[in-house]
């Protein structure tokens, strides 16, 4: 079992950044891959940055690309997510989320936190 708790949401004006985090616990080697997700009202779960363990390529979704930034500490079992010209539409709950294989582009994933709340004002 894993074990993700994420923190560092919160509000902030469009154009502030936010940084996310999320502590690993449990059976850390079965978190080969790993991401950000959000959901916003009304709308379904998207993926928002996605990273394998010991790679240098990351996914972004197309509208955060050039302004989020994930990052994973594999000695402190962290994963992180650097928000940046934070616009109003990326207002939602992000969860964290790992798989122990498989393609990291693929869902479902296997463990969830229990996600942190981002609101951006205009």
């Not at 079992?1 to 509000?11: F, K």
């Not at 394998?52 to 594999?74: A, C, E, H, L, M």
């Not at 000695?75 to 939602?92: C, G, R, V, Y």
Request: with cysteine; aromatic share 10%.
């Amino acid at each position: 079992q894993v074990h993700l708790e994420e923190s560092g949401g919160g509000s902030v004006q469009a154009g502030g950044s936010l940084r996310l985090s999320c502590a690993v616990s449990g059976h850390t080697y079965a978190t080969n891959c790993m991401g950000w997700f959000r959901q916003a009202p009304g709308k379904e779960r998207e993926r928002v940055a996605l990273i394998r363990i010991g790679d240098i390529n990351k996914f972004y979704v197309d509208s955060v690309k050039g302004r989020f930034t994930i990052s994973r500490d594999n000695a402190k079992n962290t994963l992180d997510l650097q928000m940046n010209s934070l616009k109003p539409e990326d207002t939602a709950i992000y969860y964290c989320a790992a798989k122990a294989s498989g393609s990291c582009l693929a869902t479902p994933y296997d463990y969830w936190g229990h996600g942190t709340q981002v609101t951006v004002s205009s």
